[in-house]
């Protein structure tokens, strides 16, 4: 079955630092979601990307829909200590609802 | 605050109760999906609803059972669980079923089940 590879599996930082993550597959996408969630509480949407290349950012979260259309990467900058949580992406490669999920990056954010 | 509320937050259940978990969408979505997230594992899409009709059951046990009375409204209804059934169950919601352009999948809190 279609399966995305998500790193690194965990991240240890310093406050201030920059961050990247990533996700891959063997299979085309249409559509890649971004989420972040924190311990006990549901994914919260960061960003969304519809298009090949498109390049979109939130706030201090830059997300890009990569050129192959088998990967995307997550940057966050200047990292602070709410960054804390794990950030997963989610893939649909026939436009609908039929969404595939990463394992997540677990982020720790060292003060 | 994303729009998606799920009761209970925590449920613990032995193996012959029956339990219900309950989500309500105040976002106008037309589409609600129930899915299961068990530690180190991805996210797995259980139940789909579109215009309150089933469109998705996928390969779920008869012992969750899902029910939606309304477009805002989404039940999954528990019996005779097994300990492996323990796990977060997340409720979510989206404009439609079709996403290009408008594929943002709202999740709510989710409900932390433990069947002992």
């Known amino acids: 079955g279609q399966q995305l590879n998500q790193s690194p599996q965990s991240m240890f930082i310093q406050e201030g630092e920059d961050v990247s993550m990533n996700c891959t597959s063997s299979?085309?996408?249409?559509?890649w979601l971004w989420y972040k969630q924190d311990p006990g509480e549901g994914p919260v949407l960061l960003i969304a990307?519809?298009?090949?290349?498109e390049l979109t950012s939130n706030g201090r979260l830059t997300a890009q829909f990569g050129i192959t259309r088998k990967d995307s990467f997550l940057n966050i900058s200047a990292s602070i200590p709410s960054d804390v949580g794990i950030y997963f992406c989610a893939g649909s490669t026939s436009g609908t609802y039929k969404y595939i999920f990463g394992t997540g990056t677990r982020l720790k954010v060292l003060a | 605050e994303t729009g998606v509320t799920q009761t209970p937050r925590h449920l613990v259940m032995g193996m012959t109760n029956k339990k219900s978990l309950k989500c309500e969408q105040h976002l106008g979505h037309n589409a609600m999906y129930w899915y299961k997230q068990s530690a180190k594992k991805p996210l797995e899409l259980m139940f789909v609803y579109s215009l309150e009709e089933r469109v998705e059951n996928n390969s779920v046990p008869s012992r969750f059972s899902p029910e939606c009375p309304n477009s805002s409204h989404l039940f999954l209804h528990l019996h005779t669980l097994q300990p492996e059934d323990s796990a977060l169950y997340l409720c979510?919601?989206?404009?439609?079923?079709?996403?290009?352009?408008?594929?943002?999948?709202?999740f709510g809190e989710g409900s932390r089940l433990t069947v002992l």
């Open positions: 299979s085309i996408f249409n559509t």
């Open positions: 990307l519809y298009k090949a290349g």
């Open positions: 979510a919601s989206s404009q439609d079923l079709r996403i290009f352009n408008t594929g943002e999948l709202f």
